[in-house]
């Protein structure tokens, strides 16, 4: 294992601090906790955004806090769930009264901590909404969850969402927002090469020289089929149809596109996929509003990608384009 770390126990608190003191006038980070909120957090009056999950996904999710994305991201160890206690402290650290909403990837641990924090707020007072976010169309049902992981696609929640509660929006009308962008939003993706965990020494799973993982989670969990690897358009057009296949497009639809490179794909190769993207949607009749290339949502050092397309309507293409100030948008 090749890594710039200290300890390998040690890699989430070194990176927070990392992160504390590269941007000391956006973020604060409570005492005792893994918590990385926004420097004027709570905010008076404006609902407040809290998401999170296992840390080595970076940004995701400390990267999207900041005015106009999340009020606080809470970070677990590596590909774990962080605990009730410390989305519970986040929650009280962010809430002005007018509410806190929690986005929760679909994975069993942060649905169950994160269901059990909102209980522990809900008896102190603080109202509390809840979104579940289940956008890969790999597989129905994976090692970690029951339906459809949340990857990728969360991150377009925490920007429209994030972006109604910046404009004033009540928790019910951001809790809205969310489960729009819930219900049009798909990703998938594929892997060439796993990742390290640092505490465990080792790749997480085994793959050839000229393989490819199609499908797989961003933990490594196994996707629909091994191949031997793809050239770019086939991979493209592969991607482009699964994610496109309910999400009901037709020729007025249009889609916000999302490459999310997993944290060891060149950008050369990103551009390269989105090339052939914005290709298969022509071909379909989809215009592309908007396009994201870049790392959003990774796991760790994967080599490999993501796909998410985002159907808009009126609401949400002006919802996209408000400012933020998150540093990983």
Not at 144 to 157: C, L, W
Not at 208 to 218: L, Y
Not at 305 to 327: C, N, R, V
Request: with cysteine; net charge negative.
């Amino acid at each position: 294992m090749k890594k710039v770390i200290n300890d390998p126990n040690g890699v989430v608190d070194d990176m927070l601090n990392g992160i504390l003191k590269a941007y000391p006038n956006r973020y604060k980070r409570l005492e005792g906790t893994t918590v990385l909120a926004r420097k004027d957090a709570p905010v008076d009056g404006k609902v407040a955004l809290v998401s999170g999950g296992g840390s080595g996904h970076e940004p995701s999710h400390a990267g999207f806090v900041g005015k106009g994305m999340l009020d606080a991201a809470v970070s677990g160890e590596v590909f774990t769930s962080p605990t009730p206690d410390q989305v519970y402290e986040a929650i009280k650290a962010v809430d002005s009264g007018a509410g806190v909403l929690l986005v929760i990837k679909n994975y069993t641990g942060d649905v169950m901590n994160f269901e059990m924090a909102a209980e522990m707020a809900e008896a102190e007072g603080i109202k509390v909404a809840k979104v579940v976010v289940n956008d890969d169309v790999a597989v129905e049902d994976s090692t970690y969850t029951t339906g459809r992981r949340g990857i990728a696609g969360t991150v377009f929640v925490h920007k429209l969402a994030g972006a109604k509660a910046e404009r004033g929006g009540k928790l019910d009308e951001v809790e809205a927002v969310a489960n729009k962008v819930i219900e049009n939003v798909r990703s998938m993706g594929i892997a060439l090469t796993p990742c390290t965990i640092p505490a465990a020494g080792q790749p997480g799973f085994v793959i050839g020289d000229n393989e490819m993982e199609i499908g797989m989670g961003i933990h490594g969990e196994p996707g629909t089929e091994r191949t031997t690897i793809q050239s770019s358009k086939a991979i493209a057009d592969l991607l482009v149809e699964k994610t496109s296949a309910e999400l009901d497009l037709d020729a007025n639809s249009k889609v916000a596109v999302l490459i999310n490179g997993l944290g060891a794909t060149p950008l050369m190769e990103l551009y390269i996929l989105n090339n052939d993207v914005s290709d298969a949607l022509k071909e379909k009749g989809v215009a592309v509003y908007r396009t994201f290339v870049g790392e959003y949502m990774t796991s760790m050092e994967m080599t490999g990608l993501s796909l998410t397309l985002l159907k808009l309507d009126d609401e949400l293409m002006e919802l996209l384009e408000d400012e933020t100030e998150a540093i990983g948008w």
